[in-house]
């Protein structure tokens, strides 16, 4: 299995960005894995936010992040990113990375997760 670490979250204003980012430790390659970005807020079950095949050709967005968010992926530096913009308090969560052979939408397929990186949304 992967493993799989999140950098990038933090506290930010309603309105502001930030950029996560997902990597795999050295001896493993990200090119050949699909990576989904999900995310938990407290009370709540864990949804996804995107999900990006391994060439990046598919990507897919939940509708509430849809034209805010953006992921991306290169392979060559062995990370995925995911680019949130226009970022509201509702965003506020655990934001987790994952990994598949497969490309796939559902956070039950997903096998390796990294541990996770708290973005709180807030004035």
């Known amino acids: 299995q992967l493993q799989l670490v999140e950098s990038g979250g933090g506290l930010v204003q309603p309105g502001g960005s930030l950029r996560l980012s997902c990597a795999a430790a050295?001896?493993?390659?990200?090119?050949?894995?699909?990576i989904g970005w999900f995310r938990q807020a407290p009370g709540k079950e864990r949804e996804e936010v995107s999900c990006?095949?391994?060439?990046?050709?598919?990507?897919h967005y939940a509708d509430s992040v849809q034209g805010r968010f953006t992921t991306s992926r290169d392979n060559a530096k062995n990370t995925v990113y995911l680019q949130m913009n226009s970022l509201n308090p509702e965003d506020t969560a655990v934001y987790y990375c994952?990994?598949?052979?497969?490309?796939?939408?559902?956070?039950?397929?997903?096998?390796?997760w990294g541990p996770g990186t708290q973005i709180a949304v807030s004035e």
């Open positions: 994952a990994s598949f052979e497969i490309y796939t939408t559902s956070p039950f397929d997903f096998d390796s």
């Open positions: 050295s001896e493993f390659s990200l090119r050949y894995y699909a």
């Open positions: 990006i095949s391994n060439s990046g050709e598919n990507i």
